[in-house]
């Protein structure tokens, strides 16, 4: 059983019995990896590693939220020769979103592992994470785990939800689109002056609970299908991805077909092409995207024998947003819901 990390802290208890919105635990996990990164750089050296988050994540994942998540587990081996290390598909069992996640841990200092090369592919990992992402449908994006808050935009804020932990734990977990990364790296590679800092990088990324939040804005709304969650989650997501690709779209990439390819790497691997809605904000709602049979099949099939992927990763979990109006505790973790 997991209990409050510290007592004197409300934002931090957990689920005890009753299953919490995701936002909520997406929360808790930001804020617990938030004070484990600083206990971790602070009396309690050294902290933990990126791998033992994600697997204490989808943990936590499965065992909070009952028959709503499924995990597949896949072969670790596998992973090695990828650019993400899980994917995570929100959805309804007809629509969703999917996510290709690569975690990165923040040093000390405040740097995190972005220049990552496989020498398998002959790429960076970044290269590698927005190109397979794009294979399988999916956007690609880092999952930081931070130990310092920041102030975050006024403009990125309005787009997220309003859940936030009082001790700003929160920014513990946070998303940034891949091409925000991308950038940084095409920018590096090409000697271009006035580079992105790592901090500014962090700066722009968005708590997960934030973009990911599943709890509705109207107490009382009926949602079985969880369409309307569904829609917001896309739209705050889309936002992100649409801001990376913006920066990228504004570097200098020369000829280059990528990062990797400036570098004297694999010319196969390019940046890709934008596969979100193409649609501005004024759009009120974005249209939802049909999950692919890939995904159709992991909600069919026997977590133990899973059908292969085409490019597989450590782990997939799909998490079911529909009929959650009657049971979610609004109380656990959102508590200005
Ligand atoms: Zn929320």
Redesign the pocket.
Known sequence: MIMPLRPGLPEQTVWPGSRP?L??LL?WMASDTYHWLRDGYGPHTPPPGEETFTDVHIRHLRQAMGSRVKVVQFNKEQESFNGADWELWIHNRSHGLGFRIQAKKESKEGQYGFRYWLDERKAFQCDLLIHDAQAVGCIPVYLLYNHEAWAIRKDAARLL???TADDRSHYGCSLLSAHQVQAQLFSQALGVRGRISHVQLREISAPW??VL???KGKAGARDPRGTGTLQAIQRRAEAVERAGWATLSSVDRGEFASPSHACGGNPEVRVGTWLGDQATEERPEPVLRALPDRVLRLLEADPLRPPEQPIPTRAVVLYDVSDAEETVNHLVG?VR?
Request: glycine share 14%.
């Open positions: 919105s936002c909520g929360k939800c309003g859940h609970n934030q939040c599943d709890l959102c819901y």
